[in-house]
């Protein structure tokens, strides 16, 4: 049963802009915490950033903030990354994650399947 849904992966060049959605269902929408994950070849699984339900606070990690923002509408369980001035270095498989916290790789109960984004430079 899938429980995290991806769209809006691709490729785009250094500069541009790209929005990443993620739908939860079943278990997975009742999670209190929503999160971006993104992985490239050879490092590990990094936050992007996360939403919480609870409050709608947003958190962003030091490497995307000022281009990055997270949003959300809790009645559809819809998370959304915009992404703005990527960089090649974005580069990376995007994951969306939910659960209940400490909100980190280990601790994650859902993963959506992961959604390749590809920034040239």
């Known amino acids: 049963q899938v429980q995290l849904v991806e769209s809006g992966g691709g490729l785009v060049q250094a500069g541009g802009s790209l929005r990443l959605s993620c739908t939860a269902s079943?278990?997975?929408?009742?999670?209190?915490?929503m999160g971006w994950f993104r992985q490239a070849p050879g490092k590990e699984r990094e936050r992007v950033g996360m939403?919480?339900?609870?409050?709608?606070?947003?958190l962003v990690g030091n490497s995307v903030k000022g281009r990055f923002t997270i949003s959300g509408d809790r009645g559809e369980s819809t998370m959304y990354l915009q992404m703005n001035s990527l960089k090649p270095e974005d580069t990376a498989v995007y994951y969306c994650?939910?659960?209940?916290?400490?909100?980190?790789?280990?601790?994650?109960?859902?993963w959506g399947q992961g959604t390749q984004v590809t920034v040239s430079s």
């Open positions: 994650a939910a659960g209940r916290g400490p909100f980190t790789p280990e601790r994650v109960e859902y």
């Open positions: 079943g278990r997975a929408a009742s999670r209190s915490l």
């Open positions: 939403i919480n339900w609870s409050d709608g606070s947003t």
